[in-house]
């Protein structure tokens, strides 16, 4: 277990925390614009800089005071450092604890064959892996990685986030995984922080970070741009009435106490029907609208709709193969649908 309280470092223009964050044997993602501290986090944790204040403890022990080399944290840059005139296996070898597992850290990560190259003759993500194998090499009892994939080209990137996921559900020890990209930290992440000028804007599992936002800051972060002005109108039992203009919704009960609330909508939770589509029509929180422009971002279509009775444009993400069958133009009319549970009141 990983323990940071109320922790503290202040520079001349940034003022990091106070910050408290428990990390059990778990991945924890922290997501934030370029900087909101990510990297003086892992630096304050590892030993690389010093704090102002507060505690961190690693398993029981304080490391705040201690040497980085007696804190047993294992960190991995973003250009992964490694030694440029050691091959591979040198690099690794360098700061390995027990020799014998250099083998099988090679194997796990699939270097064995590049193991006595030296750095600049291997490729990006087999310069990330030989950078994280020399980490893991040193039997850390905490693994702080900086944006480790942020270098890499977007195939690369995505076979090595699915390879780190199960590497580090083995590990069992607290991970913390510093990344400004949503997918990452959602994919990687069994929790994912939000970092806002260097303090947490936001902790709790990917879903409910990117589907129940607790600010309009963290909604527009993680890709959210549905973000509405709502009236509630009527409080029911386990549900609540809204109103954007003359589009009633029915939304899941919310602890919002007040009648003027922020609505947010994922816009992957819209779903967009055709006109004539009976089920769209029958649907309740129906309403319908006109397509005013779309993107093509290739595993998904991003289209901005306008609805009819309210003066609002929504952004709903559509999957390629229902796009291509809604035959979709501009000006297209079409219908959208939000289950009521989609549909999360921000305070
Ligand atoms: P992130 O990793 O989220 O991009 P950082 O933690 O690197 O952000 O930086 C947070 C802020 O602290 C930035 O405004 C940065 O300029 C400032 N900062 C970082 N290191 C120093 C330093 N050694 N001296 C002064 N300011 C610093
Ligand atoms: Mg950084």
Not at 184 to 210: K, M, N
Not at 244 to 255: E, N, Q, S
Request: with cysteine.
């Amino acid at each position: 277990m990983l323990e940071v309280t109320s922790l503290r470092k202040s520079y001349d223009s940034f003022e990091f925390g106070p910050v408290d964050l428990e990390v059990g044997d778990e991945v924890l993602s922290v997501l934030g614009p370029s900087g909101s501290g990510k990297t003086t986090l892992l630096s304050l944790i590892a030993g690389t800089i010093d704090s102002d204040g507060g505690t961190i403890s690693l398993n029981g022990n304080r490391l705040d005071g201690r040497p980085l080399q007696e804190r047993r944290t294992g960190l991995v840059f973003q250009d992964g450092a490694l030694f440029p005139h050691m091959t591979a296996r040198e690099n690794i070898e360098y700061a390995a604890t027990d020799g014998d597992r250099i083998e099988t850290l090679a194997s796990l990560l699939e270097i064995t064959d590049v193991l006595d190259r030296r750095p600049r003759t291997l490729s990006g993500g087999e310069r990330q892996r030989v950078a994280l194998a020399r980490t893991l090499a040193a039997n850390p009892d905490a693994l702080l990685l900086d944006e480790p994939l942020s270098s890499l080209d977007a195939p690369i990137r995505r076979r090595l986030r699915g390879e780190l996921y199960s590497l580090f559900e083995s590990l069992e020890i607290p991970v913390i995984y510093v990344t400004h990209d949503q997918r990452t930290a959602t994919a990687l992440g069994d929790r994912t922080v939000i970092f806002r000028d260097g303090t947490i804007e936001q902790i709790g599992s990917p879903t409910t970070v990117i589907n129940r936002p607790a600010t309009p800051f963290v909604a527009e972060f993680t890709g959210n741009e549905n973000l509405f002005d709502a009236t509630v109108v009527e409080r029911g039992e386990d549900a609540v009435r809204l109103r954007i203009g003359d589009v009633h919704l029915r939304a899941t009960k919310t602890d919002a106490a007040e009648t003027a609330v922020t609505v947010c909508i994922h816009p992957s939770r819209i779903r967009v029907h055709a006109p004539t589509d009976g089920v769209g029509t029958r649907r309740e929180n129906s309403a319908s609208g006109t397509i005013d422009r779309w993107l093509n971002e290739g595993d998904e279509y991003r289209a901005e709709i306008t609805l009819d009775d309210a003066p609002i444009t929504v952004t709903a993400t559509i999957r390629p193969p229902h796009f291509e069958r809604l035959a979709i133009d501009a000006d297209s009319s079409v219908r959208i649908s939000i289950r009521p549970e989609a549909i999360h009141c921000l305070c």
